[in-house]
């Protein structure tokens, strides 16, 4: 009897098929490689890697107000010292717009923004005699407020209740990064508060991420070019430094208004944005 002979698999191809193996071999491997070397080259501008720092591009980061000093931000004479009725109407926040009050701290500025950007996308129902409503309608247009003091965030959540202001978001932010969507905000407002930034590198790169883009920083500082604004040299900048530090994360100057008694009011927006550069004055 024959033994029963098994027949080995050829491990032969012809020359044809291994060309068109090796084609496909060779044609997956440039794609998958392509593919990472085109994400790898899309990252020229990572997340900046950042310690806490005590200087900046030759300037002293100041440190952060405490919570335990909001008053100061609603103290009675604060519209007469800066004018921030005139600042505000310089933002032009228009309905439906998304803004941020990034500092926000008990709302000064976040409450009419607020009121300022809604819209309401219900119809508003007919007002009783008794002078209230049945329905609270939606609205588009929102206020994300952010502030890395839960304290803070706690008090601007009890001056929204008082005021019954409801298309703000309180935030809670950390040092290097503000938690924003990116690309869907058109204005990011900071008000004296960019100084005391312990990471200035990676918050003005978190804040380019999340504009649109035509979206722009407002941002209002203290004039360090003027003696007479008294306030501690720490918290004040010239802007000269501002322009430095902007351009430095691909930001350019695209307005500003010089009229203000205390401050610089200074709009940016992200270096490839369609909205033309200016010089500053």
């Known amino acids: 009897m024959k033994r029963n002979e098994t027949k080995k698999p050829s491990t032969c191809f012809s020359a044809r098929s291994l060309s068109a193996r090796s084609l ?5 491997f440039i794609m998958i ?3 990472a070397l085109t994400e790898s080259q899309g990252q ?3 997340r900046p890697i950042e310690k806490a720092r005590r200087t900046y591009m030759g300037r002293i980061v100041a440190q952060p107000m405490s ?6 931000l609603v103290r009675p004479e604060r519209n007469d010292e800066e004018n921030a009725t005139e600042a505000f109407d310089q933002l032009g926040i228009e309905p439906g717009m998304t803004l941020v009050d ?3 701290g008990n709302g000064f500025w976040t409450l009419p923004m607020a009121k300022a950007c809604r819209i309401a996308t219900a119809d508003q129902p007919a007002t009783p005699a008794n002078g209230t409503s049945s329905e609270t309608p939606d609205y588009t247009g929102e206020v994300l407020a952010v502030d890395i003091q839960r304290e803070m965030l706690q008090k601007l959540r009890a001056n929204m209740a008082r005021a ?3 298309n703000i978001v309180p935030i809670l932010g950390k040092v290097d990064d503000p938690n924003l969507p990116k690309n869907e905000v058109d204005m990011v407002l900071l008000v004296d508060v ?6 200035p590198e990676s918050m003005l790169w978190a804040i380019r991420e999340s504009l649109k883009p035509e979206g722009v920083i407002a941002l209002l500082e203290y004039r360090a070019e003027d003696p007479e604004v008294p306030i501690k040299p ?3 900048m010239p802007k000269s430094q501002i322009i430095k530090e902007y351009t430095a994360s691909r930001l350019k100057l695209v307005r500003e208004y010089n009229e203000l008694p205390w401050q610089h009011l200074m709009f940016f927006a992200r270096d490839d944005s369609p909205l033309p550069a200016i010089e500053p004055k």
Not at 24 to 28: A, E, R, V, Y
Not at 67 to 72: E, F, K, R, T, V
Not at 194 to 199: I, K, P, Q
Request: net charge negative.
């Open 194 to 199: 960019y100084h005391e930034f312990s990471h």
């Open 33 to 35: 490689g392509g593919s």
């Open 24 to 28: 496909l071999i060779g044609f997956l």
């Open 67 to 72: 919570h335990l000093g909001a008053s100061w």
């Open 234 to 236: 720490l918290h004040k």
């Open 44 to 46: 020229d501008h990572p």
């Open 164 to 166: 019954k202001v409801e």
């Open 102 to 104: 990034l500092g926000c």
